[in-house]
């Protein structure tokens, strides 16, 4: 999916980079909030400290990371990119 994205992203006026060093900017402040908001609920759901709960995702980020299911994440973005030429 990331490689056909780029595919997609270079047909505009824009390169791929450009266009993700962009959309990172933007994002990070929420991605910030949502990642600490997601690893303190997950350390208190666990009876362990955030740092505790770090150095576990960090131990198991591949594994994590190969969970992450796009079409729940974000179905509109999963739809699109699949059907997309």
Same mark, same amino acid.
């Given at each position: 999916m990331y490689a056909k994205s780029r595919i997609i +992203?270079? @047909?505009g006026p824009y390169s791929a980079d450009k266009l993700e060093e962009v959309m990172y900017a933007q994002l990070k402040p929420s991605m910030e909030r949502t990642i600490g908001d997601t690893t303190t609920d997950a350390?208190? @759901? +666990?009876?362990? !400290?955030v740092a505790e709960a770090c150095q576990e995702l960090v131990? !198991?980020?591949?594994e994590a990371a190969q969970e992450l299911?796009? !079409? @729940?994440v974000n179905p509109g973005l999963y739809e699109a990119l699949t059907h997309a030429q």
């Open positions: +992203n270079a @047909r350390a208190t @759901r +666990n009876g362990m !400290s131990a !198991s980020a591949e299911d796009l !079409s @729940r």
